[in-house]
């Protein structure tokens, strides 16, 4: 399993809590411990949307898959 099919596994709760909110993430890429993630919905342009994507998203892929350095925002 490379990183992303790890990554996207992993990243199922947070998807959910995020569509509850009408918003949604992809994972645009994954490699080299670096995660590219598309916010969309509701998420895209939201004034919160950066502290989502460090408090929530990318703690919670930091946590669950260790190899991953970062989690970043991609238009």
Do not use: N
């Amino acid at each position: 399993m490379d990183l992303k099919e790890k990554v996207e596994k992993e990243i199922k709760d947070v998807r959910e809590f995020l569509q509850a909110e009408g918003g949604d993430c992809e994972i645009v890429e994954a490699k080299d411990g670096i995660v590219k993630v598309r916010l969309v919905g509701a998420c895209r342009g939201c004034p919160f949307s950066q502290i989502t994507l460090k408090m929530r998203i990318e703690a919670i892929i930091k946590e669950r898959v260790p190899e991953v350095k970062e989690v970043v925002a991609v238009e």
